[in-house]
């Protein structure tokens, strides 16, 4: 059974074709608005989320699809000690298509293991967020028109950014590409994807805590909020919290094409005046997201013969 867990499941081409879908999607939605008919997607959130999951629910609606679901544990059958292995089981008996996000790194992979219907990776902890990493893809496809000869920045919270681990893995494969690593010590990217995806993929990268002297090689800045639900104390967080804010005037020396990108929710990190600037990019990043994840559940419904 097919389930997207790790944006690496899919090749470059499949997720081209996603793209192509989700163009066509935005060209001609008409077309879409019946293929899920009777379909059910259950989103099982054991960890809080607005916009992923209603950017999944909106998805299934405008494929004329329907809903089950959850959007806290403890509303679940976790919260009387019944495993992932089984709820993945007993939820393939309701719906053709799961979406989980879950506080636990691999949660989502336990899933798959034990459904019989496809399962999206929602977010696991700390770790992977593909389907975010779907909606950046196409953002940056929209923008740039490619995903090659691009030098990219990530900034702010990299240790814990589940999003920046995804999209640093995506890009991975494409031809010359350049990472810029812009982070407090205390939240550097973890040294597995240095080892195991940059390095491993001859990606050069530079580690920096001063975004002011980078911003002019930047043809994507990605932002992020710490993630302070990961933090083992407050005092940590509010000492890093205020890292990075861009504002209007840190612009100065950046390019005039840049595209600013942010997974959303934004906290502070990115000044409400830069929202109506041209190179930024994150509430259309929130649409795109959207439609990419109705091309992922077009194509996973397929492969499980399900359409
Ligand atoms: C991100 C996440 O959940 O990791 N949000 C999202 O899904 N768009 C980013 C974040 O919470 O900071």
Redo the contacts with the bound molecule.
């Keep these: 059974m097919r389930s997207l867990i790790d944006i690496l499941d899919f090749s470059v081409e499949e997720l081209q074709e996603l793209i192509d879908t989700a163009n066509d999607i935005i060209a001609h939605p008409e077309k879409y608005s019946e293929r899920c008919r009777g379909k059910k997607l259950a989103t099982l959130f054991f960890e809080p989320?607005t916009?992923?999951r209603l950017s999944f629910e909106a998805a299934m609606y405008e494929l004329g699809g329907n809903v089950i679901g959850f959007s806290e544990a403890r509303s679940s059958s976790a919260a009387k000690g019944e495993s992932v292995a089984d709820t993945a089981r007993v939820i393939s008996c309701y719906a053709d298509i799961i979406a989980m996000?879950h506080p636990k790194e691999g949660a989502p992979l336990v899933a798959a293991m034990n459904a019989s219907i496809p399962v999206i990776n929602?977010?696991d902890g700390g770790h992977n967020?593909p389907t975010?990493t779907l909606a950046d893809l196409l953002t940056i496809y929209r923008e740039k028109g490619r995903f090659e000869h691009l030098t990219v920045g990530f900034c702010g919270d990299l240790k814990f950014?589940?999003?920046v681990h995804s999209l640093i893995c995506a890009l991975s494969r494409y031809e010359d590409i350049r990472v810029v690593l812009i982070s407090p010590e205390e939240l550097k990217l973890p040294s597995y994807v240095k080892k195991d995806v940059l390095a491993a993929n001859h990606i050069p990268y530079v580690q920096t805590t001063d975004l002011e002297s980078v911003m002019p090689d930047l043809d994507i800045l990605y932002m992020?909020?710490v993630?302070r639900e990961r933090f083992f104390n407050e005092e940590d967080y509010l000492r890093l919290k205020d890292s990075y804010i861009l504002t209007p005037e840190r612009l100065w020396n950046a390019k005039a094409d840049l595209s600013i990108l942010h997974?959303?929710?934004r906290v502070n990190e990115i000044s409400v005046a830069i929202d109506d600037d041209p190179r930024a990019c994150y509430f259309k990043q929130v649409l795109y997201?959207k439609y990419m994840r109705m091309a992922l559940i077009l194509k996973l419904l397929q492969e499980a013969g399900r359409l």
Aim: a positive charge; hydrophobic letters at 10%.
């Design positions: 989320s916009r992923t996000r929602a977010g967020h975010q950014g589940r999003t992020t909020r993630q997974p959303l929710p997201g």
